[in-house]
């Protein structure tokens, strides 16, 4: 199988790249359109700043490929909130692929959301096996709103959208390489989709 992670310059690259090799997998770190277009699944990762991050995938044209790719794609962070419509980090347009915004969590709340959060209302094959109220790792000071492509929801501040799914493009807000058992188990789902 062949496995791409998308290169545009953000972080845990590491960190997912073992999280396959666990698994048994070589995902190749990549920014080559070639070479993505003809994965059999797309990871597509980030930790970081969202203009900044999208002005890097517009300077590479990987903004106008990744919304086109057919096979499965994993947004993983900061690379779920780039496939939805809009940002308010960096006041940053999206690519689209999901009909949701993204806000900031308000002072209320310690900002970033750092540690272990619970996942429900679990919808979609991506998590077979992964039990409701599971716990999966996140940080992240900017959430998705509550919407229709919402496979997955946390609860921090209020309820938000903690995973999304339309047709073969799929975003996680935790990390499920650092997710232990739960999240490895995300991964493997991944693989078989």
Wanted: aromatic share 10%.
């Amino acid at each position: 199988m062949k496995l791409s992670i998308v290169n545009y310059g953000a972080g845990n690259i590491k960190s997912i790249q073992f999280a396959f090799q666990r698994l048994g997998y070589e995902a190749v770190l990549t920014d080559n359109p070639e070479e993505i277009m003809t994965s059999d699944k797309v990871i597509f990762p980030g930790v970081g700043e969202a203009n900044s991050a999208m002005i890097k995938l517009k300077q590479s044209g990987l903004d106008l490929l990744i919304p086109t790719l057919k096979q499965p794609v994993l947004g993983i962070c900061l690379g779920m909130q780039l496939m939805c419509k809009h940002t308010d980090e960096g006041n940053t347009k999206g690519l689209g692929i999901f009909d949701v915004n993204v806000k900031r969590f308000s002072n209320k709340v310690k900002v970033p959301q750092m540690g272990w959060n619970t996942i429900s209302n679990l919808k979609s094959d991506l998590f077979k096996d992964i039990k409701e109220e599971e716990y999966m790792y996140l940080v992240h000071s900017y959430y998705a709103e509550q919407c229709d492509e919402a496979i997955a929801t946390s609860d921090y501040e209020f309820e938000y959208a903690s995973a999304l799914e339309n047709n073969n493009f799929y975003g996680v807000q935790f990390h499920p390489e650092k997710s232990s058992k739960a999240g490895e188990q995300l991964l493997k789902n991944f693989l078989k989709l």
